[in-house]
């Protein structure tokens, strides 16, 4: 059974302070993502890496950074917490086997920050 | 600009009758189109998808629709189950950047008992 975990359900910072996102998948997925998650505006690309080390941004990148040092794991990084970063962080990852197909994506649970 | 967009930002339908979910996009470049369906406290899981060449699929109670010269596409869940309720998102996928999946706002849909 495949699984993504994120290392918290709920959290709950305070603004100016570092905060770091955690994602480990079990499928041996070479590509892994960060999302956001909004009312109204859906899920929307942060980050995301096709490899180790390897890592591009997505459509909303400022204020976060990401680090992939090993295949399973994916880390999203609030360098300084802001309260517009209140959201609901998903996390995601998809396998690239096969050609000229789509694989979907594998998604954690979720992490609600909340930012004061 | 959203390219993806569901404009019914909630829906309910009673058990047994049929639900339909629909989705407009702008960009015809797109290839797949695809259905995630997300309960409360979960992330989302992926339901349904279709190819930008094929004008329907289906997969058991669901059925995804494509009608390309409206840039529309629908979900319908014939008989909806209470099961059914959650937040459906509508996505879209080009094959030269099958990395970067552009998710629509979401349909929250209800089915009453």
């Known amino acids: 059974d495949v699984k993504v975990t994120q290392s918290s359900r709920y959290l709950v910072k305070r603004t100016g302070e570092k905060v770091f996102l955690e994602c480990v998948q079990d499928m041996d997925h070479e590509n892994m993502f960060w999302y956001r998650q909004d009312p109204g505006l859906g899920l929307r690309l942060i980050y995301f890496?096709?490899?180790?080390?390897?890592?591009e941004k997505g459509d909303i990148p400022e204020g976060y950074s990401v680090s992939r040092e090993k295949k399973e794991r994916f880390s999203l990084i609030l360098e300084s917490a802001s309260t517009n970063q209140t959201s609901m962080y998903l996390c995601a990852s998809r396998s690239t086997s096969g050609i000229n197909s789509y694989n979907e994506q594998f998604f954690g649970p979720g992490t609600r920050l909340t930012v004061l | 600009d959203q390219q993806v967009k569901q404009n019914s930002p909630s829906l309910s339908v009673q058990e047994g009758r049929i639900s339909i979910l629909n989705c407009d996009y702008t960009n015809s470049m797109f290839d797949y189109f695809l259905w995630y369906k997300k309960y409360p406290a979960e992330g989302p899981t992926f339901l349904i998808s279709?190819?930008?060449?094929?004008d329907k699929n289906e997969d058991g109670r669901f059925t995804v629709f494509l009608n390309k010269s409206a840039k529309h596409l629908s979900l319908h869940i014939v008989p909806s189950q209470p099961g059914d309720s959650a937040v459906y998102f509508c996505?879209?996928?080009?094959?030269?950047?099958?990395?970067?999946?552009?998710f629509g706002p979401g349909t929250s849909l209800s089915v009453i008992p």
């Open positions: 996505a879209a996928v080009m094959k030269t950047s099958y990395d970067k999946v552009i």
């Open positions: 279709i190819s930008s060449i094929k």
């Open positions: 890496s096709y490899d180790v080390k390897m890592k």
